[in-house]
């Protein structure tokens, strides 16, 4: 009778997040709730705990990022991207998803890569590169920034007191590792992806669309960063200067204020760090803070925090209540081969479309299984497998602004444009992550 409850409940959990993320939007967090709503009051269950560290993070780096792009900083980097990129077009399934994946970096979401993505399918085309091998592995680059980047709500949550903070394990530490392993991993992509599909000038669809003069030159906009918002620059400097400060003070806790011999937490370091940057960004790029709130940035950034509200919530509540059942049931399967925890990471993550959340969810479950903490900060890339599934919001517009054709969805669904690249990224990177912790931890 108890392993049917349990099973039931399951099935009510994988349920809402199913309908959760059919809804989009900020209904994943809302059927978590509903979740949280059922096993509490239908099935008796203690609820889990908040992930409210988190959520203040999510919401103190989307406000610094939120201001940055009232401030004209956003378009002022992507300028001196687009320069950069038209520069060198002939390496542009090299460098474009270098390009995205140092702005997620910078940033802390991958939303920042929309507007890259049609200055990278238009290079793409008139240098006769098909778009489609750019544009996958540009856009599989932004969400593999967010694992790694200083100012993510995931690596905040996985580094966080009740997670891998706990355990030695820092923001050097994190950066050590995934920025290697994520540079190489979007190399290797590159070079595979730059062989893959017919050349342009051989793609059927292409050829349809040339003839039906749907590819007719359009006039560029001008991209000169010169003519910006004047004050856009100091704005990203404000913004780099938050960054500077969250790495120095994670790297040198003695940097820190102490309470009882106890360096303050990252979490709180962020979290005030952050928004004060917010209102040094509005102070010095002359911002209307009302901007701030109707830009996409803030509006992303608001969505994962609900969505992580519920869904988290419900993942800690189901897990607490059944800790010794799901315990025993794979007891010293993922201690004694702890790569295989990258397998529920990738799968709930496909579910949850956000690594924070399902970092929130699992991390926990990891170390209580007895996964070695070196080996969860091996496997964080795995976070990123959202992409499994067309339909996240970066893989849609990577598909509509190639005029192309040529990225695209396939019969199956599954076999779409960013399937390769994702699985190469995530597989490279957690191998080179592995190397990287046996040889110098």
């Given at each position: 009778m108890a392993t049917i409850l349990i099973i039931l409940q399951l099935l009510i959990v994988l349920a809402m997040i199913f309908i959760g993320a059919k809804v989009g939007g900020i209904g994943l967090g809302i059927y978590g709730m509903v979740g949280v709503f059922i096993l509490v009051f239908v099935f008796g269950l203690e609820p889990g705990s908040i992930p409210i560290d988190v959520m203040l993070i999510i919401v103190s780096v989307i406000t610094a990022s939120s201001a940055l792009q009232a401030a004209g900083g956003m378009d002022y980097m992507v300028n001196l991207a687009v320069r950069f990129l038209k520069k060198h077009p002939s390496r542009i399934t090299f460098l474009a998803p270098l390009v995205t994946w140092l702005f997620t970096h910078m940033t802390g979401t991958a939303h920042t890569c929309y507007a890259l993505l049609p200055i990278i399918s238009e290079i793409a085309r008139k240098e006769k590169v098909r778009p489609e091998r750019p544009l996958s592995i540009?856009?599989?680059?932004?969400?593999?920034?967010?694992?790694?980047?200083?100012?993510?709500?995931?690596?905040?949550?996985?580094?966080?007191?009740?997670?891998?903070?706990?355990?030695?394990?820092?923001?050097?530490?994190?950066?050590?590792?995934?920025?290697p392993a994520s540079i190489m991993a979007i190399l290797v992509a590159s070079l595979v992806q730059n062989y893959v599909g017919k050349p342009l000038e051989k793609d059927p669809e292409y050829q349809r669309r040339l003839?039906?003069?749907?590819?007719?030159?359009?006039?560029?906009?001008?991209?000169?960063?010169?003519?910006?918002?004047?004050?856009?620059?100091?704005?990203?400097?404000?913004?780099?200067?938050?960054?500077?400060?969250?790495?120095?003070f994670g790297i040198f806790p003695t940097l820190r204020p102490s309470f009882d011999g106890v360096p303050l937490?990252?979490?709180?370091?962020?979290?005030?760090?952050?928004m004060s940057v917010a209102a040094l960004i509005l102070l010095v790029g002359k911002a209307d803070v009302r901007q701030a709130m109707q830009g996409n940035v803030f509006a992303s950034g608001m969505n994962a925090m609900v969505s992580i509200f519920g869904v988290a919530w419900m993942g800690s509540t189901f897990f607490k209540g059944h800790n010794a059942a799901i315990l025993g049931s794979v007891e010293g399967t993922f201690e004694a081969y702890p790569l295989l925890f990258a397998v529920p990471l990738f799968v709930f993550s496909i579910m949850l479309f956000s690594q924070a959340a399902t970092a929130k969810m699992l991390y926990p479950v990891g170390l209580a299984m007895g996964v070695p903490p070196l080996m969860l900060l091996v496997v964080f890339p795995a976070l990123n497998g959202y992409f499994f599934l067309p339909n996240y919001p970066t893989e849609v517009a990577a598909i509509g602004f190639d005029r192309t054709g040529s990225t695209r969805i396939g019969k199956y669904v599954i076999n779409h444009s960013f399937q390769l690249s994702g699985f190469i990224t995530t597989i490279v990177s957690i191998a080179v992550g592995y190397l990287i912790v046996t040889l110098f931890y």
């Open positions: 540009a856009t599989i680059a932004a969400s593999l920034g967010c694992t790694g980047s200083p100012v993510s709500a995931a690596t905040a949550a996985i580094i966080s007191e009740e997670m891998l903070g706990a355990k030695g394990i820092g923001l050097m530490d994190v950066m050590m590792v995934t920025v003839k039906e003069g749907y590819l007719a030159d359009e006039a560029e906009e001008d991209m000169d960063p010169q003519h910006a918002n004047p004050h856009a620059r100091w704005a990203v400097l404000a913004f780099l200067l938050g960054e500077v400060l969250v790495l120095l937490n990252m979490s709180s370091i962020i979290e005030m760090v952050m």
